[in-house]
């Protein structure tokens, strides 16, 4: 690396501990608003997701983001039907949403989780009531956990491949008609880190993965300043979900790293917008 380039590095490094200490920024964390079932109504800056008609399946949403290992989904039962039988089926898939083909199948199961790259288990529909909220995730050992308000943690599914990024898979199923997504939180050793507040939009996993996002409101309560320079607002979300640098640190940081300064994640667009 030139001298220019190894002091930007040691300046990124530095500040990344401070800025990760400062924050527990997740990303914000919705429901995709292409890839979902033919039935399905999003509501609530995407946040709400509501399988219409009478009708028990069609109700397959994917969460907007990859999901972190160990990462636990809030979720929220809103309304349900006495009308049919089996509830909310839950799980992971390293199938990003945008690359799927509409229209999506019926039904998460058999109709993904017969395919490579999906997992998903089916709840009980007498734990499954209107009211209820839970949290799923997947472990560094590819396992499913469920808890919610009324039980402890269980071990729904084995097996997930974590070599690749996850999305959640949820379908909206039988007795359950709709569900919100409340959020998602990590728990580390130092602190536990939450998903930023849904701010109204939902760009697709490929804007995740291929542009920088600008939003039009702050992730955190307090200012957040750039990493690098330490001196102007973090305006620019990227791909990844944190937002952490200015309009021209960031075209710095995308020309000569290409990842982001907090997880490392690739980043692959020197394009950016300034609030």
């Known amino acids: 690396l030139s001298k220019d380039s190894s002091s930007l590095e040691k300046t990124l490094l530095d500040m990344s501990l401070h800025i990760l200490i400062q ?84 039904l998460a199961i058999p109709n993904l989780t017969d ?69 998602s939180k990590k728990r580390g050793r130092l602190c536990t880190r939450r998903s930023c507040p849904a701010l109204g939009l939902n760009p697709p996993d490929t804007a995740y993965r291929f542009g920088l996002i600008c939003f039009s409101s702050k992730c955190f309560d307090s200012r957040m300043m750039c990493v690098l320079c330490m001196e102007r607002d973090a305006r620019i979300t990227l791909p990844c979900g944190h937002r952490c640098l200015c309009k021209s640190c960031s075209a710095r940081v995308v020309q000569v790293f290409d990842s982001c300064p907090l997880c490392r994640q690739s980043l692959s667009s020197t394009s950016g917008c300034e609030l």
Request: hydrophobic residues 40%.
């Open 115 to 183: 395919r490579p790259g999906h997992w998903a288990a089916p709840l009980v529909e007498s734990k499954c009531p209107a009211g209820l909220e839970m949290e799923f995730w997947v472990s560094s050992q590819g396992i499913i956990y469920i808890t919610n308000n009324n039980s402890r943690q269980q071990k729904l599914l084995i097996g997930v491949d974590v070599r690749q990024p996850l999305w959640a898979m949820i379908d909206i199923y039988g007795q359950t008609s709709s569900v919100l997504l409340l959020g």
């Open 23 to 106: 924050t527990s920024c997740l990303g914000p964390l919705t429901f995709h608003c292409q890839a979902m079932g033919d039935k399905v109504s999003l509501s609530q800056g995407c946040r709400g997701a509501e399988r219409m008609g009478p009708t028990f399946k069609n109700g397959l949403v994917f969460s907007s983001r990859p999901l972190w290992i160990k990462e636990r989904v809030h979720l929220k039962i809103e309304t349900g039907s006495s009308l049919w039988h089996g509830a909310l089926r839950v799980g992971f898939t390293n199938v990003p949403p945008a690359a799927r083909s509409l229209p999506l199948p019926p």
